[in-house]
């Protein structure tokens, strides 16, 4: 992230860094910088739990968070067996 006053805010959380790759991809289509935090330990399959946190500028917390909960709205109301991902 390029360097700005203020301090990062973990905004979220996920298991998996494909999944943080999204949320802060959607992020960044609306304007907001954010980067994924944890991903090699995330990724670790051991006995040691970890989670991929998503970071944004204290400054932009709170649009993060409605750009968030949008993003989710939308990503329900995807009928997923009406899309066709490619199979057979």
Known sequence: MSSKTGHLKALTST??????AV????LKDRGIEAVAE???MASFRGETFSEVKIMVWEKD????????AEYKDVMSEIDWDQVDVGEG
Request: proline share 5%.
């Open 61 to 68: 917390l709170e649009a993060a968070r409605a750009a968030l």
């Open 38 to 40: 944890g991903g090699l």
């Open 15 to 20: 298991p998996n860094e494909s999944q943080a």
């Open 23 to 26: 949320i802060v991809s959607a």
